[in-house]
C-alpha cells in the first residue's frame, strides 16, 4: 500500500468514534502514523497490523473477536496475567492523589520508598538499594555509567571495559544494544561503542561439538578469563550476563557455566552484573535468575516482571559494596525524569504483593512447572523437525532441526522459525522466532487448562510445519 492512501484512509478512520472503527479502519490509522519496533514496515504496512482489543489472564482477543493464547506474556513482561483489577485500582488511586513528581532535588515520595524497600525484602541478601529507570533499556545504560563510577571512585578510572556476551541482549538503546551482542542490532548505529567486548555465548548445542555439556560450560565460561587477560585485568570493570539468554532464544548454559563464571569474576575482581529483566520477578520459578543458578552479583538489571507490565517502570538492585562506595563518592551525575514515578511505583508495589501474598512464583515452581515441563518435553521428545526440547521455570523452546543424529540444523532454520511463528500466530497462539528456534514464555498463572491448551497449540502449529516441508504426512 502506498502512503497515499493510507493517510486518506486514516484520515477517513478519525472521523469514526473508536467504538465504530472497523479493524481496517485501526490498520489505516496505525499504518499512517505509527512507526513499529524491530518492524519491516513497509511490509507490515501492506500486511496490517494485528490489532489487540482486551485481555484477561493468559488470553488476548483481537478486534476481529479470535482469542489468542498469549505465549510471550506480552513482552516477557505480564507475569501475574491480564486483568488484574488490583493494579488499575491502584492506579487509579495514586493517580488522583499525586500523579507525578520528580526524586531530584532532595525530594522523594512515600511510594518509592515503599517501593525500594519491598524490592530489598525479595532481592537476594545485600541488595538494599535501587536506582530507578523507566526500562531495562535505560536500566542497562545506568550500569555502564555505575560501574565506570564505581572504579573511578576507587582511583581506578581505568577500569572502563564491560565484557559481555555474543546474541546477548541488553536493550536497545546505545549503551544496551552495544552491551548486547546482536549483530543486526550493531550495524545500524556504528555500534557497539567503545570499551564493550564480546565473547562466545554459552549455547553447547550450537558450539559444544563433541564435549558434554559440562565440559563445553567449563570451556566457554573460560573464554571470559581469556578475554579478562587479552584486555588486562586492570581494564575492566565488569561482567554481564542474562541468567538465561531469552531473546538470543532461551539459552540455558550447562551447570558449570555460572559457578566457572562467579570463580572467575572473584579471583579478577570485576563486577558481576546479572540482566534481570526477563528472568528476575520469577520467571526461572525464583525470584530472580541469580539465585536458580547460585550466583552472587553486585549489580541486577530489573524491569517488565517488575510491574508485570501494567506501567513502565524499570531500575537497578545494587550491591551493598557497591552502593557504599557510590554514596561515599558524592553526586551521581545520572537520572530520568521519570526515575521512581510514583503511580509506576505504586502499581510495582502492589504487583509484587500479589506475587507474594498470593505464592504465584511458589505454585507455578512446585505444581506447575512440572507438569508443563513434561507436556511439553512428551509433546515434541519424537518429532521429526525438533531437537533441543527446553523448559526451565516458564521458559520453553525448541530448535528446528534436519537431523537429530548429528545436530545438523537447517540452513535456511531462520526462515523456517518465522514461518512457524506466523503458523502460530495464524492458530491463535504467541510464539517468537529466534534463528532457528521456536521459542515462549507464559504467564506465570496459568491453569492446568490453560497449560494443556498451550501445549495443544504448539504442537498443532509445529506439525503443520512439518508438513510444509515434507517431514509429516
Not at 524491530?38 to 473477536?65: C, K, M, P, T
Not at 567503545?194 to 570451556?219: F, M, V
Request: proline residues 4%.
Amino acid at each position: 500500500m502506498s502512503l497515499a492512501p493510507m493517510v486518506i484512509e486514516a484520515r477517513q478512520a478519525v472521523q469514526r468514534t473508536a467504538s465504530r472503527r472497523s479493524t481496517r479502519e485501526w490498520q489505516a490509522l496505525d499504518a499512517a502514523h505509527h512507526l513499529h519496533p524491530f518492524s519491516d514496515a513497509a511490509a507490515l504496512n501492506a500486511q496490517g497490523a494485528r490489532v489487540i482489543s482486551h485481555a484477561e489472564g493468559v488470553y488476548l482477543w483481537d478486534s476481529d473477536g479470535n482469542k489468542i493464547f498469549d505465549g510471550m506474556s506480552g513482552l516477557w513482561c505480564v507475569n501475574i496475567g491480564y486483568g488484574r483489577k488490583e493494579l488499575a485500582e491502584t492506579a487509579a488511586r495514586q493517580m488522583n492523589e499525586l500523579a507525578y513528581y520528580n526524586t531530584f532535588f532532595k525530594t522523594t515520595h512515600p511510594q518509592v520508598a515503599e517501593l525500594s524497600a519491598l524490592l530489598a525484602e525479595v532481592a537476594p541478601e545485600g541488595f538494599n538499594h535501587v536506582f530507578y529507570t523507566n526500562s531495562g533499556s535505560e536500566g542497562n545504560d545506568t550500569v555502564i555509567r555505575m560501574v565506570r563510577h564505581y572504579w573511578a571512585s576507587l582511583g581506578q578510572p581505568q577500569r572502563k571495559t564491560i565484557i559481555a556476551r555474543e546474541n546477548g541482549y541488553h536493550g536497545s538503546t546505545i549503551g544496551g544494544a552495544s552491551l548486547g551482542g546482536m549483530t543486526y542490532m550493531h550495524e545500524q548505529g556504528d555500534l557497539p561503542i567503545p570499551g564493550i567486548a564480546h565473547i562466545e555465548q554459552p549455547y553447547w548445542y550450537a558450539n559444544g561439538g563433541d564435549l558434554s555439556p559440562e565440559e563445553y560450560g567449563l570451556k566457554a565460561a573460560r573464554a571470559l578469563e581469556a578475554k579478562i587477560l587479552e584486555l588486562g585485568a586492570e581494564n575492566v570493570a565488569a561482567f554481564i550476563g542474562e541468567p538465561i539468554q531469552g531473546a538470543g532464544g532461551i539459552i540455558i548454559p550447562p551447570s558449570t557455566y555460572w559457578p566457572e563464571i562467579q570463580r572467575i569474576c572473584d579471583q579478577y575482581g570485576i563486577l558481576l552484573v546479572a540482566d534481570e529483566v526477563i528472568c528476575g520477578f520469577g520467571r526461572t520459578g525464583e525470584w530472580f535468575g541469580s539465585q536458580y543458578f547460585g550466583i552472587r552479583p553486585h549489580l541486577m538489571t530489573i524491569a517488565k516482571g517488575l510491574s508485570s507490565g501494567y506501567l513502565p517502570i524499570g531500575g537497578v538492585l545494587v550491591h551493598d559494596q557497591v552502593a557504599k562506595v557510590l554514596i561515599e563518592a558524592g553526586d551521581f551525575n545520572h537520572g530520568f525524569t521519570y526515575s521512581g514515578h510514583p503511580v509506576a511505583a505504586a502499581v510495582a508495589a502492589e504487583n509484587l504483593r500479589i506475587l507474594k501474598n498470593e505464592r504465584i512464583i511458589e505454585r507455578m515452581r512446585d505444581e506447575m512447572a512440572p507438569y508443563v515441563h513434561q507436556l511439553w518435553q512428551d509433546a515434541f521428545a519424537d518429532h521429526p523437525l525438533v531437537d533441543d526440547v527446553r523448559c526451565v521455570g516458564y521458559f520453553f523452546a525448541l530448535t528446528l532441526v534436519d537431523d537429530k543424529a548429528s545436530r545438523k540444523r537447517f540452513d535456511n532454520g531462520d526462515a523456517l522459525a518465522l514461518r512457524g511463528r506466523d503458523i502460530c500466530f495464524a492458530n491463535n497462539l504467541i510464539m517468537r522466532a529466534v534463528h532457528d528456534s521456536l521459542i515462549a514464555a507464559p504467564p506465570l498463572v496459568m491453569s492446568r487448562a490453560d497449560a494443556e491448551n498451550f501445549v495443544a497449540l504448539a504442537r498443532r502449529c509445529v506439525d503443520q510445519l512439518a508438513r510444509e516441508l515434507g517431514r509429516l504426512p
